[in-house]
């Protein structure tokens, strides 16, 4: 079994940062793509970061130069730095990892942590 826990969210003012962080854990024998995701109310989960095993990155226009997605390969983590934030940005920020368990690959899922952008 694999989990994938987050933490991060909250409420933060236009402007502010916030930090997310998700942890895998279980069988894991390799992590190939990590990123997140995120779904504002009423509008379908939507892409946001991602970052190969290369270390390369890829992100939404509408976050690049604001976010900032990195991992940590030591620790099964992967983080999201959130700076300038606005209010379009409140949503649930869920985490995904494409991860081989010895036996298959598949793509693992975070609960999803709100974060709400208001003054």
């Known amino acids: 079994q694999v989990q994938l826990v987050e933490s991060g969210g909250g409420l933060v003012q236009p402007g502010g940062s916030l930090r997310l962080s998700c942890a895998a854990s279980?069988?894991?024998?390799?992590?190939?793509?990590m990123g997140w995701y995120r779904q504002a109310p009423g509008k379908q989960r939507g892409f946001v970061a991602r970052?190969?095993?290369?270390?390369?990155?890829h992100y939404e226009g509408s976050v690049r130069g604001r976010f900032t997605i990195s991992r940590d390969n030591a620790k099964n983590t992967v983080y999201l730095q959130m700076n300038s934030l606005e209010p379009e940005d409140t949503a649930v920020y869920y985490c995904m990892m494409k991860i081989f368990n010895s036996t298959i690959w598949g793509d693992y899922w975070g609960q999803g942590t709100q974060v709400t952008v208001s003054s």
């Open positions: 279980g069988s894991i024998f390799s992590i190939n793509n």
């Open positions: 970052i190969f095993s290369s270390g390369n990155t």
